[in-house]
């Protein structure tokens, strides 16, 4: 089998993990990278030993390349999807899917009309700890789900990224849009598809400081919640109490997520992560048990979407890892913040089962 050629656009932060993870897939080559400043391309290139480095527009209008990996900041995120599909490739984006869900679906529609493939993380729902939650709840060992909780509690990044301007900025920024993904994800992937969202969201702390790196001491200013708190009603009948907050400079005990059965509870480790320990408690006894991992995984696992989604191509199936899944997602947690703003229940106007027809085929754009 011929691997895949690919091009990452966007060399920041997160690029590397993914230079390093694809390396040696079976499915997919890096043959390339670019970024809107060249020079972070080529030291990208030189780092990783990738053999061109390019402006967007020169990868773009490279015909061997048939997959772009789209690691740039959320904002763009659409124009560069859209940019991708329009020149024929196919596209796996970092997360979010979008800033708005205009853009989102847009992404869809050009996709569908290419008839081109569209993936987006978080793909840490593939790994082993997600993965052994849902084969003990599949195995009715918790019963039949009735309820939930996720909980990402922590101070903001501008402790450690050396640019965290774009995480405070109205829109795409937050807790709920940055870390949201990788929890509403997995609800999705262990519940299955959300169809009404009710909570409340704020600015608690509205001035932050960049604490390390270049801009050392820079003031940022919040223009977008970061304590978001709410619930989210599943189409199966469970309901999660979920909160997402950058205003927590104490530590938690919460739990990251846990599953709440009819005959007992699942507590799973961070979904950031593609491992971690899964929990089981049965009904009427006081002993947690440590269930054997469906597979081996290692912590970062990037990638495993993009090799999803490339052997869902060669078989001709629905890929896991899907721009139908993120848009789901994006709505929900829109929802967070419409509903607080709207002092109401926000029913969803869309839904996502795997290998289903596509969700977002009644989803008309708001323009």
């Not at 721009?323 to 996502?352: D, K």
Request: proline fraction near 5%.
């Amino acid at each position: 089998m011929q691997k895949m050629k690919a091009g990452i656009i966007g060399c920041g932060t997160i690029s590397g993990v993914y230079f390093t993870n694809l390396k040696n897939s079976p499915w997919v080559e890096v043959v390339a990278c670019a970024d809107i400043v060249l020079d972070n391309a080529k030291n990208k290139a030189e780092e990783f030993n990738i053999p061109k480095a390019y402006t967007v527009e020169e990868m773009l209008a490279q015909s061997e390349i048939e997959l772009i990996i789209n690691l740039t900041i959320p904002a763009s995120h659409a124009n560069v999807d859209i940019a991708s599909l329009e020149a024929g490739k196919h596209v796996y984006s970092e997360k979010p899917l979008a800033i708005t869900l205009d853009e989102a679906h847009r992404i869809l529609n050009v996709a569908d009309q290419k008839g081109l493939r569209v993936g987006c993380a978080p793909d840490t729902f593939l790994g082993s700890g997600i993965q052994t939650a849902k084969a003990a709840i599949n195995s009715g060992q918790i019963g039949r789900p009735v309820a939930a909780t996720a909980f990402m509690m922590g101070s903001g990044p501008e402790a450690w990224h050396p640019n965290p301007e774009f995480f405070y900025a109205s829109g795409g920024g937050g807790p709920m849009m940055d870390m949201g993904p990788y929890y509403v994800s997995a609800l999705v992937e262990l519940l299955g598809p959300a169809k009404r969202v009710s909570a409340s969201a704020g600015i608690q702390i509205p001035d932050r400081v960049v604490a390390s790196g270049p801009l050392q001491g820079k003031p940022i200013t919040v223009q977008t919640p970061t304590h978001l708190a709410g619930t989210i009603d599943f189409e199966n009948g469970a309901i999660a109490s979920m909160i997402t907050s950058f205003d927590i400079f104490g530590g938690s005990h919460l739990p990251w997520i846990e599953i709440y059965g009819t005959h007992g509870t699942l507590s799973l480790g961070d979904p950031n992560y593609f491992n971690g320990e899964v929990k089981l408690r049965k009904h009427g006894s006081d002993e947690w048990v440590l269930l054997e991992p469906a597979f081996e995984c290692g912590k970062n696992e990037r990638g495993l979407g993009i090799e999803d989604m490339i052997q869902a191509i060669h078989e001709q199936k629905d890929h896991r890892v899907s721009a139908r899944l993120a848009y789901h997602v994006l709505e929900i947690m829109h929802s967070f913040q419409q509903s607080s703003l709207e002092g109401r229940h926000i029913v969803l106007q869309s839904t996502y089962r795997y290998g289903k027809l596509p969700a977002f085929a009644a989803v008309e754009s708001t323009n």
